[in-house]
């Protein structure tokens, strides 16, 4: 099990999201993991469709700060009504070019088991 980085929810699965975070760049150049639910990935791509500027400080995905923002309404499981709370996340332009690749690669994988 893993926890969402965007919702905190247990997945025995996540999906994989490539991030540049500014902290570890001197130890991975190339980038880092972030593991995030399908449910927030799929949030997120729509927030990449429906830019809406954010406020926040820092992206909460890649950490990196002094870059445009946007806001992500995550959607947080409760256990009373209405079994959900809405949660202001914010992205940036990087993190959404790289939930876009995640959903390319998902595609792709799930095509492939199509096929064969
Ligand atoms: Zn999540
Ligand atoms: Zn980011």
Redesign the pocket.
Known sequence: MADCELCGVARPTLCPVK?NDPRVKLAYPTGTWRGINEECLEICLEANLNRVPSNAKK?D??S?KNVPLFQVKIQVPIFQEPYHREVNKA??E??FEACKDTKKRRVAEKEEVHHH
């Open positions: 991030v992206c995905l890649c990196i992205l940036c990087s993190c």
